[in-house]
């Protein structure tokens, strides 16, 4: 009798555990990109010379682009420690990683005091978070699949998005607090010190709970056979490596000019009140949360492809109508995000599944992660930098959004190229 009551405890307790400690330490690694964005002033002011403050906002920013460039690199280390070693043991060691980084900036000493040992730190931290974060999705979004019962894996990896978006809104939700509890000189002293010690907890709690996990059956089944070689199989599975930057293309941009940039753009170019923009976009995002569970028993219902396809075809025919909607008032950034965010939360749902269905256990966290980060920093690490020069320098904002929408186009026609992998076993 009580052998028969302590099977489904024990399974709800490993459920919750995967949970726990997938969801958490993802989090973290949204919320360490969104505190450093929300953060930069300050950490210019204080990191860099104040002889020119406009040189310190871009140099903050330029270190900012440079986690993206080490994302491939991070991507293929962590990538081939969770094919060869595990993928708790990558997972574990990759939120570890971006919590000293976050630790280092929580702790760094300020250029007044010793100069361009400052910005050296932030740079080495940046990098260690670049590194962290490249390989926190492939070993998160692989282990997550490999975990999750094959019938409902499309439903288990809307847990990625949900948890990073929680992440986001608690670093800007975080950030408008101490703006509000905290004066200007109290917020430049110390006060933008404490998203990154908070983060630098988080990301210790994290780990501790990942430490705590059970490898996956895929993992230690295959740990059995005989390993191949990295690269040759790399090679080998170039095509699915490809399917991954396409499916990711239209994705990661759509996604920046709604889920991260639009209540900044609201503010700056369309004057609309700073307070208001901000909470159009949590309300937006909190629509975006309760849609991706939504389109991921979707797509344990009708297939991935079919998803992935009313995902990007979607966005692509709302986003001029929505960015001709967005004019002068909070409650038009609230819809046109909404409704936005509504359609690209079809592909960000499923797209962890989907890269994990693509590839065999051998390969499939560094064939995963390589070409997402790759594909991330080229594409979704120049974003802004091309937005804003083609609206500003060029005059030609529309430009950006043609460019948005090929993109998604691109993904869109990507789709029919891979095989309908619902429902598909990993252990092999």
């Not at 040189?55 to 991507?75: D, E, H, K, N, Q």
């Not at 986001?168 to 010190?193: C, P, S």
């Not at 594409?379 to 929408?405: D, E, I, K, R």
Request: charged fraction near 10%; aromatic fraction near 12%.
């Amino acid at each position: 009798m009580s052998v028969a009551v302590s099977k489904p405890q024990t399974g709800r307790m490993s459920t919750a555990k995967t949970i726990i400690g997938t969801g958490i330490g993802n989090a973290v690694e949204w919320y360490d990109w969104a505190i450093y964005a929300t953060f930069t002033p300050f950490i210019a002011s204080q990191l860099f010379s104040k002889e020119d403050p406009a040189s310190a906002v871009l140099s903050t920013l330029a270190i900012f682009a440079v986690g993206f460039v080490a994302r491939p690199f991070g991507g293929f280390l962590f990538g081939w420690i969770g094919d060869r070693v595990g993928r708790k043991t990558s997972m574990t060691l990759a939120v570890g990683l971006a919590s000293l980084g976050s630790l280092m900036i929580g702790v760094a000493p300020t250029f007044a005091s010793v100069g361009a040992f400052a910005s050296l730190m932030l740079l080495v931290a940046r990098l260690v978070q670049g590194l962290a974060h490249g390989g926190e999705l492939p070993s998160s979004q692989t282990y997550l699949s490999e975990m999750a019962p094959k019938e409902h894996r499309g439903f288990w990896a809307t847990l990625i998005y949900t948890s990073g978006t929680v992440g986001i809104l608690f670093g800007t939700l975080l950030g408008a607090v101490l703006n509000m509890a905290l004066t200007t000189e109290a917020m430049n002293a110390w006060g933008w010190r404490i998203p990154f010690l908070i983060g630098a907890a988080m990301g210790l709690y994290a780990l501790i709970m990942r430490s705590r996990l059970h490898e996956t059956e895929a993992f230690e089944g295959a740990a059995t056979a005989k390993r191949a070689a990295i690269w040759p199989q790399i090679v080998r599975y170039r095509k699915q490596a490809l399917q991954v930057v396409g499916l990711t293309v239209g994705l990661t941009v759509i996604y920046y000019i709604w889920g991260v940039v639009a209540p900044s753009y609201a503010t700056t170019a369309l004057k609309i009140d700073r307070g208001e923009a901000l909470w159009a976009g949590v309300a937006a995002n909190i629509v975006f949360i309760a849609a991706l569970p939504v389109w991921g028993k979707l797509s344990d219902r009708i297939g991935r492809k079919k998803v992935l396809w009313a995902g990007a075809i979607g966005a692509g025919i709302m986003h001029f109508p929505m960015t001709a909607l967005l004019k002068d008032s909070a409650w038009q950034l609230a819809v046109s995000m909404s409704v936005m965010l509504v359609f690209i939360a079809a592909s960000a749902a499923i797209v962890p599944a989907v890269y994990a269905e693509l590839f065999p256990t051998s390969i499939r966290t560094v064939g995963v992660g390589v070409p997402y980060s790759i594909c991330v920093a080229v594409f979704g690490g120049t974003a802004p930098y091309l937005q804003q020069w083609l609206g500003s320098s060029l005059g030609a904002p529309q430009v950006f959004n043609v460019y948005a929408v090929l993109l998604l186009v691109i993904s869109a026609a990507f789709v029919f190229t891979i095989p309908e992998t619902k429902g598909k076993d990993l252990t092999h």
